[in-house]
């Protein structure tokens, strides 16, 4: 599974952005899809997750000014951060996950995780 982020940038403190995640390749075995952001010195931390049901879970740091969504036929998770904060300041990684299943009777699905290169989002203070 390859994974592009695309839609950084640098905007002003209570903008808006909207980043993009296009996967290809194998992709029948993912069932979660997130974004990480990570600041310099910092580990990455989960703000936004979604499922190939379209549940999402979001980091109390961001609910309400994030939503994620995906585009199953386009293979495409998108993060639209509204409201941005100079603290969201960060490269944003897009991750990709599959877990143990049997997936069908010829097809196991086995833990994995991607990533994507990363997208630098820039909010100046």
């Known amino acids: 599974v390859q994974l592009v982020e695309s839609g950084g940038g640098s905007v002003q403190a209570g903008g808006p952005l909207r980043l993009s995640c296009a996967a290809s390749?194998?992709?029948?075995?993912?069932?979660?899809m997130g974004w990480y952001p990570q600041a310099p010195g910092k580990a990455r931390e989960l703000v936004a997750s979604?499922?190939?049901?379209?549940?999402?879970d979001y980091a109390d740091s961001v609910n309400g000014r994030f939503t994620i969504s995906r585009d199953n036929a386009k293979n495409t998770v998108y993060l639209q951060m509204d409201s941005l904060k100079p603290e969201d300041t960060a490269v944003y990684y897009c991750?990709?996950?599959?877990?143990?299943?049997?997936?069908?009777?010829?097809?196991?699905?086995?833990?994995?995780?991607?990533w994507g290169q990363g997208t630098q989002v820039t909010v100046p203070s």
């Open positions: 991750y990709a996950g599959s877990v143990p299943t049997q997936k069908a009777p010829n097809l196991a699905c086995a833990e994995h995780v991607w």
């Open positions: 390749g194998d992709t029948i075995c993912v069932s979660l």
């Open positions: 979604i499922t190939n049901s379209k549940s999402t």
